[in-house]
């Protein structure tokens, strides 16, 4: 990879801003004074140093958000703030992009990443990975809601959903469940309590797998994943 484009990517300026720091001289591979932009280096092998610092090299980005419930989940909006508005400049460079979609009003555990590839399986509804909510649901979720679920119900376009495991916390008037869908069509929890006749007042994604949203991260706050999380989403999803 050239070195202009390296430094670019690590948030080091614009290519003409990285090309006025290699002339500077402050730019060093393998202890040796690199001025040429275009020169090729190998980010795995060779030892770069800007300032004296040196540069950790790394392609993507993972990132685990609790969202808060007033963000789009997409990269631009003409009209809303989205989650990528509210990242840090040096994870902005990365160009990540949410895994999936949550409504504007759905809380919880997203994933942001610009590894495409593993973004695509963890959304793949082939690789059946399950996707916890909590929900506040008006009226009494019964018995029979959670028996439909489980066979699949209909959603107002026809879609017979998948198989749900649905979990009653708390019955009326305010019903609280937790629920585990392996899909993620539009507003499909919502459109699957509906089908009940139910209504979805609250909903809060709480885990993906066996990841769950890390009680630490109040509402708008992100982490790096922990290379643990990230082998086993890589896992479950056949990438390793
Ligand atoms: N189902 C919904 O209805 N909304 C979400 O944001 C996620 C799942």
Redesign the pocket.
Known sequence: MRIDKLLANMGFGTRKEVRTLLKGGSVRVNETPLKNGKTHVDPENDIITVGGEEVEYKEFIYLMMNKPGELISATEDANDWTVIDILQPEDQIFDPFPVGR??KD?EGLLLLTNDGQLSHRLTSPKKDVGKT?FAQVSGEVTEEDVAAFREGVTLDDGYVTKPADLRILEAAPVSEIEMTITE?KY?????MFEARGKT?EF?K?VSMGELPLDPELEPGEYRELTEEELEYLKKITNME
């Open positions: 949550l409504d759905t909510y993620g507003h499909q929890v919502k459109r979805v909903l994604r």
